[in-house]
């Protein structure tokens, strides 16, 4: 079957290290992947895409890395800081639709 | 300011009664969606619309109904047969589904609906 998974475990640092959130997938061969940000009661902002081609990409402190063969993204926040702290969701796009991940949440300690 | 308004931010269902959530962009954006997000749960789409009097279903429809009168307006009922409707109600919209470049999706800031 078709899936796209997240670490559903919420992910703890400290301020000043860098996170390393997963999504992994099955199934699914798709072009392109984005990473979403969630912070609570809001809806999600979109963060970056990266396409198939593209091995990694950056904006500013984030860091995303595309793995067609591993079928997996990363997604780094270097130098975190705790207004980094909330839910990090990726999607792709399958069967011709945007499929989203549960997410992660990120809590950022200062 | 360019965005997607979504009303009411919380909204109280009784039983057997539809009610309607309301979506407004001002984006000019030709397509727009219909999430609904369970804590712990990926998004899950329920209905989407690439142009104005037309719409699909998505994952979810059943119970739900759409109209999409105006390329501005998305509104999303949730009828009495939607027996569990308690969840998180996003509206979104994309300059074009189909397009990488173009399918980013701009979010609302949602609607909470729960049963009284």
């Known amino acids: 079957s078709q899936k796209i998974e997240q670490n559903s475990e919420a992910l703890n640092i400290q301020e000043g290290k860098t996170a390393t959130l997963t999504c992994n997938y099955t199934?699914?061969?798709?072009?392109?992947l984005q990473w979403y940000r969630q912070d609570p009661g809001r809806g999600p902002v979109f963060l970056l895409l990266?396409?198939?081609?593209?091995k990694e990409k950056r904006k500013e402190r984030l860091k995303v890395t595309f793995d067609t063969t591993l079928k997996q993204s990363l997604f780094h926040i270097t130098a975190s800081q705790p207004a980094d702290s909330a839910t990090y969701l990726c999607?792709?796009?399958?069967?011709?639709?945007?499929?989203f991940g549960q997410g992660t949440e990120l809590s950022v300690k200062p | 300011d360019g965005g997607i308004t979504q009303s009411p931010k919380y909204l109280f269902r009784k039983e057997g009664q539809n009610v309607t959530l309301s979506c407004e962009q001002n984006?000019?954006?030709?397509?727009m969606y219909w999430y609904r997000q369970d804590p712990g749960q990926g998004l899950r789409l329920i209905y989407y619309?690439?142009?104005?009097?037309?719409?699909q279903k998505g994952d979810i429809a059943e119970g739900y109904s759409v109209s999409r009168e105006k390329k501005e307006s998305f509104p999303l009922t949730v009828t009495s047969a939607q027996k569990n409707p308690t969840a998180f109600y996003l509206c979104?919209?994309?300059?074009?589904?189909?397009?990488?470049?173009?399918?980013?999706?701009?979010f609302g800031s949602g609607t909470q609906l729960s049963v009284l």
């Open positions: 984006l000019n954006h030709d397509a």
């Open positions: 999607a792709l796009r399958g069967g011709g639709k945007l499929i």
């Open positions: 619309s690439q142009i104005v009097n037309d719409f």
């Open positions: 979104a919209s994309s300059t074009r589904q189909g397009s990488a470049t173009n399918e980013k999706l701009f």
């Open positions: 990266i396409r198939e081609n593209e």
């Open positions: 199934n699914y061969s798709p072009a392109y």
